[in-house]
């Protein structure tokens, strides 16, 4: 994978919004595989993967994958153990 390819959280921010209705950037999450708690804008994304992919910055765990299409979206957020978000 491209070095010049891989973003951070913020680079997904208006889709989150758009997926949950709220400010995702500062939403804490843990990392399925390594236990990481970052704020979703401390993560590793590539945008053209194909759809997008959320990675752990600590051991590139797929957190997230979004996949747009025929006015659906697919959300796999299996790679996340949880995800705190705000009331
Ligand atoms: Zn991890």
Redesign the pocket.
Known sequence: MAEERRLDGNAIGGVMIELFGVEMTTVPGS??????HEQMAETDVYLDAPGIVVR??????V?IRIVRGNGRTWLDLSGLSSLELPL
Request: hydrophobic content about 15%; overall charge positive; glycine content about 16%.
């Open positions: 990392c399925g595989n390594c236990g990481a752990c910055r600590h051991c590139q765990n957190l």
